[in-house]
């Protein structure tokens, strides 16, 4: 057992959410986030990097939202919801919490008392998910309304424009490119070490990210190769917590039947 950790140790595997986490590592830094804004926005060529404000949440749903990027610039709020590269709907309930917290935190900041009879201002949301999926119908856009209420009228509605790949050689289409290699390679070598090196060496003979990629490769290593991320860390917790329920249910059904806890655990 103790050689087996030791070999885990020695070869740890890629994290599941490891183009998730290169993404939200390239984009926090101010040069990388500006060419991403004027990707999203080419008609504006008067911001700097010194007008956007790193607005990012983490955690704000327990075992869920991470790896997202969220900024703010003047009156506008902008979200990025991590890479997705299966497909849910359920995109726009953590799209509606994290508009919700975002603003909660907005106006603390800002100091506005939203119980006083002066109308409080808060800066326009924009919401985009970049999906690098297989599906074959693609939508523009996707409507919380639309999706869980059948566009029914209703009190509560948020809108994301969704991101097939940017335009050519910008830095949403390299960063698509980039999780297209990870993929391919994943399915030759598997989650391994040499899956993520060989993603690595490939985007940077390619010129995609590659910049960001000889400037932070051993970071990059070291993200990728976590051992387990959030997610996988929460589903051993639900699976630990259900296995347990489980043993019990089956302990007191023998007892039912007149078969003891000793010989039940045998069995299990």
Not at 59 to 68: K, L, V
Not at 198 to 216: F, G, H, M, P, Q
Request: charged share 30%; with cysteine; hydrophobic share 35%.
């Amino acid at each position: 057992m103790e050689k087996d950790r030791t070999v885990q140790r020695k070869n740890p595997k890629p994290k599941r959410t490891a183009k998730d986490t290169v993404f939200t590592s390239l984009f926090r830094d101010k040069e990388y986030l500006l060419q991403l804004y004027r990707a999203l926005h080419p008609e504006d060529s008067e911001t700097g990097p010194q007008d956007l404000t790193l607005i990012t949440l983490e955690n704000i749903m327990a075992g869920g939202i991470h790896n997202d990027l969220g900024f703010q610039l003047k009156d506008r709020i902008i979200f990025l919801i991590e890479a997705q590269s299966t497909w849910t709907e359920n995109i726009l309930i953590r799209a509606l919490l994290y508009l919700a917290k975002s603003y909660q935190d907005y106006i603390i900041r800002t100091e506005q008392d939203i119980y006083g009879s002066k109308k409080a201002k808060l800066p326009k949301p924009e919401i985009y998910v970049i999906y690098t999926g297989k599906r074959k119908t693609r939508p523009e856009t996707i409507s919380f309304a639309e999706s869980f209420f059948a566009g029914q009228d209703c009190c509560a509605d948020i809108k994301i424009k969704m991101i097939y790949g940017g335009k050519k050689r910008d830095k949403i289409s390299q960063y698509v490119e980039f999780t297209e290699v990870f993929d391919s390679q994943v399915a030759m070598h598997g989650l391994t070490d040499r899956a993520v090196r060989e993603t690595i060496s490939i985007c940077r003979n390619r010129n995609v990210l590659k910049k960001y990629l000889e400037a932070r490769e051993s970071e990059v290593v070291d993200i990728m190769l976590t051992l387990f991320s959030q997610e996988e860390a929460w589903d051993m917790h639900v699976r630990s917590e259900r296995r347990e329920a489980s043993i019990k249910t089956m302990i007191e059904a023998g007892k039912d039947f007149g078969v003891s806890m000793e010989d039940t655990m045998k069995k299990l």
